[in-house]
């Protein structure tokens, strides 16, 4: 299946950044897995440049079935695990079609992989996606630091 790309620039640059969120099916890499997978290039100064498909990928009703009530009642109230059942993407789909929308804005190794609580993001892309993961550069731009940081020293 071919998934079309939201329109995009194509100017690759080195100085952009891409972030990236996933859903995981549980927080162990060695027993859960992915389930969703979205990202969002920005320039360096965090203008949008490119937002790729929404990559929901087929588990098996095993996987589905061993999630533990937290993410079966989230993952559900959002309708991710019906999109789940219904996909025909697998992770390898998936890296492939990722790392094509990758490559029109970012040279492989130059971006540090981006988001929320992001070095779990990775351990599972690793895992998984290990193609992918070697496509970011090996830092990270973690922003719940700032989260952290605010709740510590501001928590009211």
Excluded at 36 to 53: K, M, R
């Amino acid at each position: 299946m071919e998934i079309m790309m939201v329109a995009s620039n194509n100017n690759v640059n080195n100085e952009n950044l891409i972030w990236l969120d996933m859903e995981m099916s549980g927080l162990l890499p060695d027993s859960d897995r992915i389930l969703e997978l979205a990202a969002v290039v920005t320039d360096a100064n965090l203008n949008v440049l490119g937002e790729s498909p929404v990559f929901v990928i087929h588990q098996s009703d095993a996987v589905l079935d061993g999630m533990d009530a937290w993410n079966k009642g989230a993952h559900s109230r959002s309708g991710l695990i019906e999109k789940v059942k219904a996909s025909i993407i697998d992770e390898q789909m998936a890296t492939e079609q990722m790392i094509a929308f990758l490559k029109e804005h970012v040279p492989a190794g130059k971006s540090p992989m981006c988001g929320n609580s992001i070095c779990q993001d990775r351990r599972f892309m690793a895992r998984y996606m290990p193609d992918l993961e070697s496509y970011f550069h090996y830092r990270n731009l973690d922003v719940s630091v700032f989260k952290e940081l605010a709740r510590r020293w501001k928590p009211e």
